[in-house]
């Protein structure tokens, strides 16, 4: 059974960072690339970052600088690490997993595999 178990998530404050974690079960991560997408609210989701099997790494223009993905194989997990947090980082976070490279990084279609989601808030 695949699945995708996303963790890390949580209520912080403005300038906080977070690491997200993402666990991977029931298929073969390495083989596969990792990306990040996050849902606020009322908005559409988007992508964040994509990391490809070989770990090249790619980072959505408005969020570059403030975020890192990285991947474990070893331990089939993948991250992201997220500083300097502002309210407007608010959402349900995501990871997904689509074949071996970054190439169609940020449609969501042709993710094959999608985890549950964590909710980050960021508030005073």
């Known amino acids: 059974q695949v699945q995708l178990v996303e963790s890390g998530g949580g209520s912080v404050e403005p300038g906080s960072s977070l690491r997200l974690s993402c666990a991977a079960s029931g298929f073969a991560m390495g083989d596969y690339a990792m990306g990040w997408f996050r849902q606020a609210p009322g908005k559409e989701r988007e992508g964040i970052a994509c990391i490809g099997s070989l770990d090249t790494t790619y980072y959505t223009q408005s969020l570059q600088g403030r975020v890192k993905i990285s991947r474990d194989n070893a331990k089939n997990a993948a991250y992201l690490q997220v500083n300097s947090l502002m309210p407007e980082d608010t959402a349900i976070y995501y990871c997904?997993?689509?074949?071996?490279?970054?190439?169609?990084?940020?449609?969501?279609?042709?993710?094959?595999?999608w985890g549950q989601g964590t909710q980050v808030t960021v508030s005073s």
């Open positions: 997904a997993a689509i074949t071996r490279y970054c190439t169609s990084r940020w449609k969501e279609k042709d993710y094959e595999y």
